[in-house]
């Protein structure tokens, strides 16, 4: 039983120390990174492409492993040991390019996190409609992937990464691809999952609507935390929204 199911919906803590991502012989996509997300917490990342933001993430996810420093998720290093579980209970993902399989249906493609989490077939579909209806798609359950819109696409990627009660959201730039629309609705089922789950949120975004509604934005540059952001999403993120 996750944590989430058994009540405690509290979102993750996550502990970011002193982390550096080499990839020999000379790229240093990430140099001594430190910062902290709260439980609860929703924090943009922003950055100039190639400055790590994606790398970053998939280190705080247990994709990638540190060349140095150490990550904590509620003050637990992630390692070896504990990333099968730390997938399958804590963390879910949406990416820019959603990543479902095509060929399978979007209750199917919901449905793979929890045959991961080994729950059995009824209660399984019953929990994808029910998420797939949550994101307003309950028109489009058995269509497979490729038939759906991008923006239909992503909205079944993010049923799919809250399927299994995340307490840790991280988005890559998730709605990059996506109409201005499109671009609202998923960020409101983010935000939603955020507030109704408790659930932590990082959000890699170019995009100046999802900076201002975060509490925090934090800006990379080569690699480094820095407190100025690119002059470009200051300038947009300090248009008045109407
Ligand atoms: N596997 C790898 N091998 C070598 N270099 C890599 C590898 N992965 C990432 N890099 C480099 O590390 C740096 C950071 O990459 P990353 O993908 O984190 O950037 P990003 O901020 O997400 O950029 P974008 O906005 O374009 O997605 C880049 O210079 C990239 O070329
Ligand atoms: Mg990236």
Redesign the pocket.
């Given at each position: 039983m996750s944590a989430a199911e058994a009540g405690d919906a509290r979102g993750a803590h996550v502990a970011v120390e002193h982390v550096g991502r080499r990839?020999p012989p000379a790229?240093v996509?990430l140099d001594d990174v430190s910062l902290t997300l709260e439980p609860g917490e929703f924090v943009a990342l922003t950055?100039p492409?190639?400055?790590?933001?994606?790398?970053l993430l998939s280190l705080i996810g247990g994709l990638d492993r540190p060349s140095t420093g150490r990550i904590l998720v509620d003050g637990a290093p992630l390692d070896g040991q504990g990333l099968a579980r730390y997938h399958r209970e804590t963390v879910g993902f949406v990416f820019q390019h959603h990543h479902l399989l095509a060929h399978l249906t979007a209750r199917a493609n919901v449905e793979l996190p929890l045959i991961g989490a080994g729950m059995g077939a009824a209660p399984r579909r019953r929990r994808a409609e029910e998420l797939l209806a949550e994101v307003g798609l309950s028109k489009r359950l058995t269509t497979r992937a490729a038939a759906l819109s991008g923006g239909e696409r992503q909205r079944v990627a993010v049923a799919r990464a809250l399927a299994n009660e995340p307490r840790l959201l991280l988005a890559d730039e998730p709605t990059g691809a996506l109409d201005s629309t499109n671009s609202a609705l998923v960020l409101d089922l983010l935000v939603d999952a955020r507030e109704r789950r408790g659930a932590t949120l990082l959000v890699v975004t170019y995009d100046p609507l999802i900076a201002a509604r975060a509490d925090r934005v934090l800006h990379?540059r080569d690699g480094r935390l820095v407190d100025e952001p690119a002059t470009a999403l200051r300038a947009a993120a300090e248009q008045p929204q109407g």
């Amino acid at each position: 039983m996750s944590a989430a199911e058994a009540g405690d919906a509290r979102g993750a803590h996550v502990a970011v120390e002193h982390v550096g991502r080499r990839h020999p012989p000379a790229v240093v996509a990430l140099d001594d990174v430190s910062l902290t997300l709260e439980p609860g917490e929703f924090v943009a990342l922003t950055g100039p492409s190639g400055s790590g933001k994606t790398t970053l993430l998939s280190l705080i996810g247990g994709l990638d492993r540190p060349s140095t420093g150490r990550i904590l998720v509620d003050g637990a290093p992630l390692d070896g040991q504990g990333l099968a579980r730390y997938h399958r209970e804590t963390v879910g993902f949406v990416f820019q390019h959603h990543h479902l399989l095509a060929h399978l249906t979007a209750r199917a493609n919901v449905e793979l996190p929890l045959i991961g989490a080994g729950m059995g077939a009824a209660p399984r579909r019953r929990r994808a409609e029910e998420l797939l209806a949550e994101v307003g798609l309950s028109k489009r359950l058995t269509t497979r992937a490729a038939a759906l819109s991008g923006g239909e696409r992503q909205r079944v990627a993010v049923a799919r990464a809250l399927a299994n009660e995340p307490r840790l959201l991280l988005a890559d730039e998730p709605t990059g691809a996506l109409d201005s629309t499109n671009s609202a609705l998923v960020l409101d089922l983010l935000v939603d999952a955020r507030e109704r789950r408790g659930a932590t949120l990082l959000v890699v975004t170019y995009d100046p609507l999802i900076a201002a509604r975060a509490d925090r934005v934090l800006h990379l540059r080569d690699g480094r935390l820095v407190d100025e952001p690119a002059t470009a999403l200051r300038a947009a993120a300090e248009q008045p929204q109407g």
